[in-house]
């Protein structure tokens, strides 16, 4: 069975710039949820994708968007990125959007200068 | 809003000594309270659930409790090891978590 993998790795962006982040869920699994870690705290949910549709969002602005592809790997895209989204973002897949148990992947560390 | 609060934010323990990190939540439908641990450069790992019928669960040194009425939920860890160390999160279904508790397992 495969993990939850997310590439790239390490980014490093400019303010003002756009960024995209990928994300395979766990074999079996259809539903994908991405946070936003800053460091030193907890998760922050960004939004959840179920079927290919946004199944539920946190506090993120509209720049904040994603995709769910038919074979439920999933993108977070960033637009006008700021300083202040430096962090390391996650995601995390679950079996269905009404199964709340989820595995996380490694993350992916955005910097932005 | 809804929140959750976790606490210690930092906990020192001697091998073999247990350690409870508490949390507490103000959304009453939360239903689902999962425990995560986050090794440095790894994202979270699930490491013990419990949910809103259940009062306890263990599994080997780990163990949860939930008070419903009190919406409040601890992590206990009995018989620490120093790979134990790391941060804990705990979260309330599975939009809201806690800050973080950094534990360190002194040998």
């Known amino acids: 069975e495969t993990g939850v993998t997310q590439s790239p790795t390490h980014l490093i962006k400019t303010r003002g710039q756009q960024v995209t982040l990928r994300c395979s869920s766990q074999?079996?699994?259809?539903?994908v949820s991405w946070y936003q870690q800053a460091l030193g705290q907890g998760p922050q949910f960004i939004f959840q994708?179920?079927?290919?549709?946004?199944?539920g969002r946190g506090n993120f602005p509209p720049r904040f968007s994603g995709l769910q592809f038919p074979n439920y790997s999933s993108e977070l895209n960033v637009n006008a990125l700021e300083l202040d989204d430096s962090a390391l973002y996650l995601c995390?897949?679950?079996?269905?959007?009404?199964?709340?148990?989820?595995?996380f992947g490694p993350g992916t560390r955005l910097t932005v200068t | 809003g809804e929140n959750v609060e976790q606490h210690p934010s930092t906990l020192s323990v001697q091998e073999g000594d247990s350690a409870v990190i508490k949390c507490t939540y103000s959304d009453s439908a939360s239903n689902y309270f999962p425990w995560y641990k986050q090794e440095l450069g790894k994202g979270p790992q699930l490491i013990i659930d419990?949910?809103?019928?259940?009062g306890e669960k263990k599994d080997q040194r780990i163990a949860v409790t939930l008070n419903k009425t009190a919406k409040h939920f601890s992590l206990h860890i009995t018989e620490t090891q120093p790979e134990d160390s790391a941060v804990y999160f705990c979260?309330?279904?599975?939009?809201?978590f806690g800050a973080g508790t950094r534990l360190t397992v002194k040998p």
């Open positions: 074999s079996g699994h259809n539903t």
């Open positions: 979260a309330a279904n599975y939009m809201r």
């Open positions: 419990i949910r809103s019928n259940v």
């Open positions: 994708y179920y079927r290919e549709e946004e199944n």
């Open positions: 995390a897949s679950s079996f269905s959007d009404r199964d709340l148990e989820q595995y």
